[in-house]
């Protein structure tokens, strides 16, 4: 084993028995002892360790909780190493202080041929283990739950977690207090300072631990696209899933395709670009599960109280006439904004305004093709907000519709506003991205800085919306919508 180039002074390991793998996430599976060593920046040995052992090298791990396809359904999903074959997987649940049901799960898994290129299908290859989700229905609303992943073995014995809760959610249309997390692009950081990817993603750990700082005061997480940046790298989906871990197992982590996880040659990805190293969407359809009809096409829509997402697939084609097109339109006609006011457009690329340097070169600032063909749809449904990831930075805009501010207000709006503000989030963790030199006239904030966005829904009648940096939690920018009934269709 060699160190890695990135340790810069020498330390020395303390072995012992470990109950958890976040430290080991870099080592296959199926080795279940492994000799460590730490080294100077010239990988000069300075000590073995003694010989470590995962308890179990195969015990279920990483829960990661989302929204079913109702709002009374919540799905918990999480890794193991177990086949059907070796032990049978369930989820051992209840309201808290009640009586525990038992709920099975599904397996699944994918292998090598499944992947779509290099490195993906070569030096970046890691048996994933066994993917479990089991769906947990019938929930009441607003009620908090205790949960635990357990497998029973062939001799009659069990293997399980610890106890995780969670608050199930409103109905829709639920008057409560509801609160949304939302950013794209965040990755993963390794905390002993060895940055893998030439510190690709700096603002990463900032992210996470501003978020498990924050967990008590959000309900609902929303990561809409790139996600590990594991790029063919799988060992980096187990480092991400241990990263969030702390956020997933105890609130909804809701995610959306970007193109580190979809985008290959001739894989039916709308882009053909190599950003995912060849895993061409599947490991993060394994990992992660959405309440999408097909879970390929990684567009959905789920309800939260008083929100309605419709969550696009920017990976794939969303123009007029497609069949993404039609889900798009489908999903915003559906929603009865009497019962649901807060209309949220959701996409990982910019499909409707963004300065950032790239978006601006060719004088579009969007995505190639982006609103042209949803700009109709967000008027005419009248979507309050679109939020996009991609671009590594923050920005907000107007009220805007076809390039026109439809409200002069910057931070308190009233009634209709007669136009979608289109905000991007990009800055979850990766490298930044530079904005044009000019401010467009319907570039309200701009900001180069990692951070997070926050939706507060307090009733029907008013939303508060807050961008936190994540280096120090506070508000950077806000605005509020404040509606009656007569205001809504």
Known sequence: MLCPNQVQECQLFEPKLYKDRQILSQVQADK?????????????VVKFSNFISFENPKAPIYPRLAQGKSWNELTITWTSGYNVNEAVPFVEWGLKGKNRLRSPARTSTFDRSSMCGSPAKTVGWRDPGFIHTSFLKDLLPNSVYT???????????????????????????????????IFGDMGKVERDGSNGYSNYQPGSLNTTDQLIK?????????HIGDLSYANGYLSQW???????????????????????ERDWPNSGSFFDGTDSGGECGVVAETMYYVPAENRSKFW???????FHFCIA???????????????????????????????IFVAHRVLGYSSDFWYAFD?????SMGRESLQGLWQKYKVDIAIYGHAHNYERTC????DQCTKTEKSRYSGTVNGTIHVVVGGGGSHLSEFSEETPDWSIYRDYDFGFVKLTAFNHSSLLFEYKKSSDGKVYDSFTISRDSKDMP
């Open 300 to 306: 959905y829509s789920t309800d939260y109280g008083m």
């Open 399 to 402: 009220p805007i519709h076809q």
């Open 238 to 260: 187990a480092q991400f899933t241990s990263q969030v871990e702390p956020i997933a197992s105890t609130v909804p982590y809701m995610v959306a395709s970007g193109n580190h």
């Open 214 to 222: 924050d967990l008590k005061n959000y309900d609902i997480v929303f």
């Open 147 to 181: 949960y635990r992943m357990s497998h029973r073995l062939s001799d009659g014995s069990y293997v399980s977690t610890k106890f995780y809760s969670f608050k199930s959610s409103p109905y829709p249309g639920q008057d409560s207090l509801q609160r949304v997390i």
């Open 313 to 343: 697939d920017s990976e794939n084609d969303w123009r007029e006439g497609t069949e993404q097109y039609s889900f798009i339109e489908k999903c915003l006609a559906s929603v009865d904004k009497q019962k649901q006011p807060w209309l």
């Open 32 to 44: 279940s002892a492994c000799r460590f060593f730490f080294c100077i920046i010239f990988r000069r």
């Open 363 to 367: 004088g579009s600032f969007e995505e």
